[in-house]
């Protein structure tokens, strides 16, 4: 799911873009997942549209997979009842390591 054609503009743009109204997100928590605490929105989003919810580039699982694919990240998705990693982690940020909601610990 990453994106092949080059970006003429820069990730502080972007991310600048993003957080005119997603401001909270990085300010409040701790732990801050990769591609957001670098300003790389687009990784995972496509502000122009999307068959997905959240305006997504693919379905969660896959998504989460193709950066996170070491061999305990593939057993726990393949052991977790829902299959579906937002479930109990937050993709964004969050006060626990691994992103796990607070419900989850």
Known sequence: FRRSRQRAYSTSA???????CHRKLAMI?????G????????VCHD???????SLTIGDAQSMCTSCHDQPGSLAHVEKARSRVCHLC????ASMNRKFLYDIVK
Do not use: I, M
């Open 47 to 53: 502000p122009h549209g999307s068959r997905w919810p």
């Open 29 to 33: 928590y701790p732990f801050v997942h």
């Open 89 to 92: 982690h937050n993709p964004h």
């Open 14 to 20: 972007e991310a600048d873009t993003c957080k005119s």
């Open 35 to 42: 591609p957001l605490a670098a300003g790389k929105c687009l």
